[in-house]
T-cell receptor, first 112, second 118 residues
Framework: GQNSDQPTEMTATEGAIVQINCTYQ??????LFWYQQHAGEAPTFLSY????GLEEKGRFSSFLSRSKGYSYLLLKELQMKDSASYLC?????????????FGKGTKLSVIP | GAVVSQHPSRVICKSGTSVKIECRSL??????MFWYRQFPKKSLMLMAT?????????EQGVEKDKFLINHASLTLSTLTVTSAHPEDSSFYIC??????????????FGPGTRLTVT
């Protein structure tokens, strides 16, 4: 199986850049996902990394190092609406079904 | 884009009764759906993997006789919480994979069902 670890809470200023880290231990690794979840709502997909390196998508970028068991989500030009929980999830393809094991999430608060 | 719906969005039931939650993929077929549970300020915990036409695969510690899963069609999976107890109160979220897009790694999440057992 696998498990992941990420900081519980972070605070950043509007307009700034914030990096949310995720470390994981795994067997049968088949990719790492980042999701955004606002309180009381379902998670929404942000990114998927299966190869090492940086994936950029607008204000959000995600990085993966498989050898280090490490990923980060980078949020640029922070906006107030970015206040949410950010979940990293590791995929296991053992059953061919991309089962996800979620980390505990990082609650990001964006302040003016 | 792929849309997943859940019904009901909120339900309150009495202890000892059963509650059924539906998860539907609205514009795609989903051979695999997942059921998660999320307690307040906690992350999502996978309960089971639901495969169309076959028995669900439950995660360790999840009672299959208590949480009945039926995936009878390619667009519908149901989770029935039987003999509900207050400790079953939680946010239940389903997700589905659209294997026709080539992005079959992506799961689309439903809006969740808030269950309160009194």
């Amino acid at each position: 199986g696998q498990n992941s670890d990420q900081p519980t809470e972070m605070t950043a200023t509007e307009g700034a850049i914030v990096q949310i880290n995720c470390t994981y231990q795994t067997s049968g690794f088949n990719g790492l996902f980042w999701y955004q979840q606002h309180a009381g709502e379902a998670p929404t997909f942000l990114s998927y990394n299966v190869l090492d390196g940086l994936e950029e998508k607008g204000r959000f970028s995600s990085f993966l190092s498989r050898s280090k068991g490490y990923s980060y989500l980078l949020l640029k030009e922070l906006q107030m609406k970015d206040s949410a929980s950010y979940l990293c999830a590791v995929a296991n393809s053992g059953a061919g079904s991309y089962q996800l094991t979620f980390g505990k999430g990082t609650k990001l608060s964006v302040i003016p | 884009g792929a849309v997943v719906s859940q019904h009901p969005s909120r339900v309150i039931c009495k202890s000892g009764t059963s509650v059924k939650i539906e998860c539907r993929s609205l514009d795609f077929q989903a051979t695999t759906m997942f059921w998660y549970r999320q307690f307040p300020k906690k992350s999502l915990m996978l309960m089971a993997t639901s495969n169309e036409g076959s028995k669900a695969t439950y995660e360790q510690g999840v009672e299959k006789d208590k949480f009945l899963i039926n995936h009878a069609s390619l667009t519908l999976s149901t989770l029935t919480v039987t003999s509900a107890h207050p400790e079953d109160s939680s946010f239940y979220i389903c997700s589905a994979r659209d294997t026709s897009t080539g992005r079959d790694y992506e799961q689309y999440f439903g809006p969740g069902t808030r269950l309160t057992v009194t």
